[in-house]
């Protein structure tokens, strides 16, 4: 239970430019904060990619490989490549950066959800630029599609044939029940790393009962073949990640999750939260785990088995 693993999570798909200057777009910011927070603490990153001209939300290979190699020398850190990228992307564009790197782990969305932003669209006066408002004001007719089909062709390429093992990210009770379901077709295997996320509109509320409540129903579905973390987006981030740390659990940060360091605070770069939380954890007694020690406890295949 001492050991905690610290995910951070850099840049994502969901803020965009316009919310914060801090937010990386460029290969370059997403290298430099990604290597700041391996040093802050972070034995994993969680990583998307942008287009560094509009800064959208991209899934392309070139993309990716502007950062990831500069990553990778420069930290032993565990990098997780999303397969998630943008619900507005089709599944063979998500997946064209970790079927071409074959990462030690990737991310796994467990089931098809409304994913809704459009709330966003108030608290921005000016915009940096004009696919920004549109973007975000449609997600009110916005689905993330991952069917059955869709994640089993996921842990097929990626975890079958690439060896990556996964973030399995639920966002609601019933994305336990698909793991599981997995679970029993073989297609998965444990030990199980799974990601609770609160406070996405259309997924769980961040309430600290539904925190206990998924705890409850992954100790009736996995027994002690899985560990859980947790990320709560925005104001969320940090009381949740603290509760997860208090049961036992792990810990995502990161400003894909949350652009804010404290109340009325942006954050200047994501070290900065795994700074906050690795000092809040460190009073728990819980000890951020190193790189090799997250590999150990995952399972993973290890950095030189991939194409980085």
């Known amino acids: 239970m001492s050991k905690i693993l610290i995910t951070c999570a850099i840049t994502g798909s969901i803020h965009t430019p316009s919310m914060s200057p801090y937010l990386p777009i460029t290969a370059d910011e997403i290298a430099t904060q990604s290597i700041d927070a391996a040093e802050a603490g972070a034995a994993i990153l969680h990583l998307h990619a942008r287009d560094p001209r509009t800064g959208r939300p991209s899934a392309a290979v070139e993309h990716f490989m502007g950062f990831l190699p500069r990553i990778s020398a420069a930290t032993d850190a565990v990098l997780n490549l999303s397969t998630g990228g943008s619900a507005v992307m089709s599944l063979n564009d998500r997946l064209a950066a970790p079927r071409a790197v074959a990462p030690e782990m990737c991310s796994l969305n467990m089931g098809t959800m409304n994913f809704a932003l459009y709330p966003a669209v108030a608290r921005i006066k000016e915009w940096k630029h004009d696919w920004e408002k549109p973007f975000l004001e449609n997600s009110d007719d916005l689905v993330f599609k991952n069917t059955p089909r869709d994640i089993a062709t996921i842990l097929h390429d990626l975890g079958q044939e690439r060896g990556a093992r996964f973030e399995f990210e639920c966002y609601d009770m019933s994305h336990l029940t698909m793991l599981r379901h997995f ?16 406070g996405v ?7 600290p009962e539904n925190l206990t409540h998924m705890v409850h129903l ?9 560990a859980f973390s947790v990320l709560a987006a925005g104001r969320h981030q940090i009381p949740m990640a603290s509760m997860a740390a208090a ?13 804010m360091l404290s109340k009325g605070v942006l954050a200047k770069c994501s070290a900065d939260q795994v700074t906050k939380i690795r000092r809040i954890v460190d009073e728990m007694g819980r000890i951020p785990a190193t790189p090799d020690e997250a590999r150990a406890m995952l399972g993973l ?8």
């Open 183 to 198: 679970a029993d077709r073989g297609l998965v295997e444990p030990p199980f790393f799974i990601q609770f996320v609160f």
């Open 201 to 207: 509109l259309g997924g769980m509320g961040p309430d």
């Open 218 to 226: 992954a100790d009736r579905l996995f027994g002690s073949d899985y």
């Open 247 to 259: 049961m036992g659990g792990h810990v995502r940060v990161g400003l894909e999750d949350n652009l």
């Open 301 to 308: 295949k290890g950095a030189a088995t991939t194409a980085i």
